[in-house]
């Protein structure tokens, strides 16, 4: 796994940094973070002699977002629900809140409060798949209040172009019968891309469900 990508989206535009120090060491740190994540979950399935073909296959990027204040103490909704196409997102933000996850148990959102040491970790559609479903992948959102922007920084580990998804057989039995078929990460991202794309709580589910 190499060095994260890193971009940064400011009024709507997308730059990739090359050359900055800080957030270069940041993007360092936080990558140590998602595989040491990584590697903690495959040795509580027991399926990490799998470790260094999952890390060979996947990539990150660091993400740093800007959020418009509204102005206004409504809700105004900034990002779409949706669950991350990634293995694992890792989000650290700014104090001023605004990200919001819905509860599988009765569908309430409720606010996500993070001190500002915290990170946030989240699984992904893609460990979804590679664990038969034995993960949660939280569907989210941002909802932005008040007269402060919010800033972001998130970051994605996902397959590598070309590769391909699917559930380690040993997490599959009469108990934990198969969830999802085998995919190509690409033609997902261009089924949950496209401009006819389902609206679904779990694109994934629809998209290469048993």
């Given at each position: ?151 972001s920084a998130v970051l994605f580990s996902v397959p590598k172009a070309g ?29 949950i891309c496209a401009d006819d794309a389902p609206v679904a709580k779990s694109p994934l589910r629809v998209f290469c469900g048993v």
């Amino acid at each position: 796994m190499g060095p994260p990508l890193i971009l940064i989206e400011t009024d709507g535009l997308l730059f990739n940094l090359l050359d900055s120090e800080t957030l270069n060491s940041f993007a360092k740190k936080i990558t140590e973070l998602d595989e040491m994540v990584r590697r903690m979950v495959l040795e509580g399935f027991g399926v990490e002699k799998y470790g260094d073909e999952h890390f060979e296959s996947t990539c990150t990027s660091l993400r740093i977002n800007k959020y418009e204040a509204p102005m206004t103490n409504e809700g105004i909704l900034a990002f779409n629900p949706h669950t991350d196409e990634s293995v694992v997102t890792i989000l650290h933000q700014t104090q001023v809140r605004g990200l919001e996850v819905r509860s599988n148990v009765d569908g309430e959102w409720f606010n996500v409060k993070l001190s500002p040491n915290s990170f946030l970790v989240m699984a992904g559609d893609i460990f979804l798949a590679c664990v038969n479903g034995r993960l949660h992948a939280p569907y989210h959102r941002v909802i932005m209040r008040g007269t402060e922007h919010r800033y972001s920084a998130v970051l994605f580990s996902v397959p590598k172009a070309g590769c391909e998804v699917r559930t380690r057989e040993e997490l599959i039995d009469e108990e934990h019968p198969q969830q999802y078929k085998p995919f190509d990460y690409d033609k997902y991202l261009d089924f949950i891309c496209a401009d006819d794309a389902p609206v679904a709580k779990s694109p994934l589910r629809v998209f290469c469900g048993v």
